[in-house]
């Protein structure tokens, strides 16, 4: 891995930026096509579940959605190619050696700092201001769906976009973890925005309580785990 990193930064900038560009678009489009197709074509059909929240769509929401999504997606390749940019003039470090337990424990580390991360610029997009400006455009998915995981004004995907570079900034990650979190983050922004009920309401999903969050605006500003808005009295 580090020989193929280090291939791809010999090129220069635009080959690093170029790299993260087309990682994210395809994840974007692998988990986003992949959370349609079970939610409204596997599980339906295999009675597993129910759609949450079934208001029709916006016209064109979903092709707005891919549209600002796009821009998030420059705005991450950005934030991939500082990362290496700030490796490079020793600004941060990475480690390279192969550590199964040190991996799997910094997975579990970047998850609680993704929650924690998420948590407070979520609640700070939700001050007036940044709500009236900002946030207002991610919320235009009042029925959420796969495709809006990444529709946000460029203002809040900068803001939600420094989470790796920020990591990094407080402790030397191994690679591993650091290339695990952008796949582990749209997994689980996914699941949020499916506006599916796997469980059928026998418990709380992160889809159910993030389509709650959708349909009333305020609560429920936690990512994945309701941890936090049991902490701080925000879960609806």
Partial sequence: MRTL?????????AAVYATGLVTFLFLYFSFAGLGWWLTRTLLPAWGIGAVIDSTPLREGQIAKEIRRSLVSIAI?????????YAYLHDWV??????????IGAEILLLFVWNELHFFVCHRLLHTRWLYRHVHRIH?????????????FHWL???????????AMLWHTFNIWPLLFLPV?????NTIGHANYDVFAGKRRSASVEHAGHHRRVSGNYGFYVPLLDRLFGTRI
């Fill in 156 to 166: 809040e995907a900068a803001l939600l976009g420094s989470v790796m570079i920020t």
């Fill in 139 to 151: 919320h235009e998915s009042v029925t959420p769906t796969p495709f809006s995981t990444y529709s």
């Fill in 5 to 13: 990193l280090a291939a791809i930064v010999d090129r220069g900038p």
């Fill in 93 to 102: 470090d990475v480690a390279w050696q192969v550590s199964p337990t040190r």
């Fill in 76 to 84: 991450f390749a950005g934030y991939g190619w500082l990362a290496t």
């Fill in 184 to 188: 582990m983050s749209l997994m689980f």
